[in-house]
């Protein structure tokens, strides 16, 4: 970015959005996407550029800020081909990622004849339920032409295509902001009266969707507490207050419950291209003790979730780890010598433990993970 006054703008809001990040002042997959969202649309709004390249090199370079400026958690992964560690909130680079696949698809129809305008709608149809609206996508006719380095007008380029990508990063918008909606609408055809589903911890996605079954099926709720972070608790009383049936029980009972339980419900922190998942911790568990009794495994989780990243190394869980005194306190004499205490935030639950993926835009069984990670980012984006 040039030192302009509009550039230094931009980097100030940036920055701030860094500071947060690194303090861990913002946490949360959807409270960190809505954020970066709203640095992209700022920095998009005030960027000049003459070309698309410009353009994408703008964004990709904000985005790198903000994902590098994440505290990093000890685990490794790797995006396809080459290692790297990987940020704490997976949410950051798939939204920057989101956009930029936004970008060169609305540069592209605003390039393409008419007969291409239908099908970018069909294919729109095909992967979010519903048309494009017409109103951002000119005829032939009314288009203006776009006309890359212009050195008579250099700001041309930029001043036709803004409006169309700033209503396109309100589509990225308007789906954060509805996604609960979106994955509860179905939730009768998941959970049938008289069932017993087990959770555990605090899901805002699967509180919103248990919650919305309950207007229309009666059904038993168990939440396993999950300690040492104890946000079963929160759901409990959350579901509690809705007037679900709800029972919260030791995460040491999960497998003796099992043979009771109809269906097991769970969030999930990230999504990986292989179709497992990370979930808090005490996920893969409840996942393993579901697959000895043959109990279905539904995850509930928003689309921008999907993170192009694969899990090779580490089999069982995360190694990315909170305070070991909440499991055993310091203060217990020999045995905090003896042994090394540590508390995973996170599960990694393979593929093969779940069954179906309940996202915004549909439901997807492990296998199509990765088609949908091609329809939804772009390759050259997978390391930003």
């Known amino acids: 970015m040039t030192s302009d006054p509009q550039s230094t703008a931009n980097q100030r809001i940036v920055e701030d959005l860094v500071s947060r990040l690194r303090r861990r002042q913002l946490v949360g997959s959807r409270a960190t996407a809505l954020e970066t969202l709203l640095v992209l ?20 370079s904000v985005g790198r800020r903000l994902v590098d400026a994440q505290p990093k958690g000890l685990y490794i992964l790797v995006t396809y081909i080459s290692y790297s560690f990987l940020e704490l909130e997976h949410s950051v680079g798939n939204t920057v990622r989101k956009v930029l696949h936004h970008i060169r698809e609305e540069y592209h129809t605003a390039n393409e004849q008419p007969a291409a305008e239908s099908s970018f709608s069909i294919a729109k149809f095909v992967l979010q339920g519903q ?17 890359e380095n212009d050195p008579d007008d250099p700001d041309s380029f930029a001043r036709v295509l803004k409006p169309v990508l700033m209503e396109a990063i309100q589509d990225v918008f308007d789906e954060l902001e509805t996604v609960y909606d979106n ?3 179905n ?20 509180d919103s969707f248990l919650k919305a079954a309950a207007h229309y099926r009666n059904y038993t709720v168990i939440v396993a507490e999950t300690a040492p972070s104890y946000g079963g608790r929160e759901m409990a009383k959350s579901l509690s207050s809705a007037g679900i049936s709800t029972f919260l029980v030791p995460d040491s009972s999960i497998y003796a419950l099992m043979s009771r339980v109809n269906k097991v419900i769970l969030g999930a922190h990230a999504i990986l291209a292989n179709g497992g998942m990370f979930a808090t911790s005490g996920s893969l568990l409840a ?35 909170g305070d070991p005194s909440a499991v055993l306190c310091f203060d217990e004499g020999d045995l905090v010598d003896k042994v090394d205490v540590v508390n995973p935030y996170y599960d990694y639950v393979r593929p093969e433990l779940l069954d179906v993926f309940i996202t915004n835009y549909g439901d997807h069984p ?8 091609k329809e939804t980012y772009d390759d050259e984006d997978n390391e930003l």
């Open 41 to 60: 649309r700022q920095v998009v709004s005030k960027a000049r550029f003459s070309n698309i390249d410009q353009l994408v090199n703008i964004i990709r």
């Open 131 to 147: 048309p494009r609206k017409q109103a951002t996508i000119p005829s032939s006719e009314s288009r203006v032409p776009l006309k």
């Open 183 to 185: 994955i509860s609408k």
């Open 187 to 206: 939730a009768k055809d998941h959970i049938h009266s008289d069932e017993i589903i087990l959770t555990l911890g605090m899901s805002k996605t699967v």
């Open 287 to 321: 996942a393993t003790a579901a697959r000895s009794y043959s109990t279905p495994v539904v995850v509930c989780a928003g689309q921008f979730k999907l993170t192009p990243l694969w899990n090779l190394y580490h089999e069982y869980g995360a190694l990315d780890f």
């Open 366 to 373: 492990p296998s199509s993970i990765y088609r949908l990670l």
